[in-house]
């Protein structure tokens, strides 16, 4: 896909996310995401963020932080979690908006979309909505070196084998598992070990 196709991609991600969530309870909204220390209603919060918060702003909160993106980003989900009541129809109203982070490309924002769907979506028991495409997507932007800054620490030398899309990276003992499973164990969540199968698995843990 081009970067065209990426941004289109993104904005239907969004009002897919938006609508799923659009019903939940007080309840499910407080329910811990994969995301340590935060709720999903946190997370969505955190992806409002990208499409209300001025990067003056969060160059300010880079400065009050001593240049901690991690806290930055903490303070400033906060503040949006707190000033919008409807995250969700913020969400959708928004979903076209073009966002990219320094130094990279529309595969970044659609990569952070898609894994905090998950981080959302597991925890509650709710489908996934997101299109095999996007996810083949995803995983071809985690094995770059650019996703290390930010999403990895940089992915094990295994072979790594998506079994629900026709997706292989990689040298090495294989691990075998669902596209969704591959890209939350990739980005530091390792709830879906479980998932995965073959002998590369335990060289991830």
Known sequence: MDDEQIFAEIADERRRLADQ????TDD?????????????????????MQLVVSTPTIVLAMIRTFGDFDKANIAV?????????NLTAVLRDKADKRFTPPGNGPR??????????????????????????????VLDFL???KASRGFTDGV???RWVATDLDWTF????????????????????????????????????
Not at 124 to 133: A, C, K, W
Request: aromatic share 2%.
């Open 28 to 48: 499910q909204w407080a329910t811990p995401s994969l995301c340590e220390g935060w709720t999903c209603r946190d997370v969505v919060a955190h992806l409002v």
């Open 21 to 24: 969530l659009s019903s939940l």
């Open 170 to 205: 990689g040298d090495g003992p294989e691990v075998r598992g669902p596209a969704e499973s591959l890209m939350l164990v990739m980005t530091g969540r390792d709830i879906a070990l479980a998932d995965l199968t073959g002998d590369g698995v335990a060289t991830l843990s």
């Open 77 to 85: 989900t906060a503040k949006v979690a707190q000033q919008y009541d």
């Open 108 to 137: 970044a924002p659609l990569s952070d979309l898609v894994i905090h769907g998950a981080d959302i979506r597991r925890p509650l028991g709710l489908p996934s909505t997101t299109d095999p495409d996007r996810r083949r997507t």
């Open 143 to 145: 094995v770059t070196p």
């Open 156 to 158: 094990a030398p295994v």
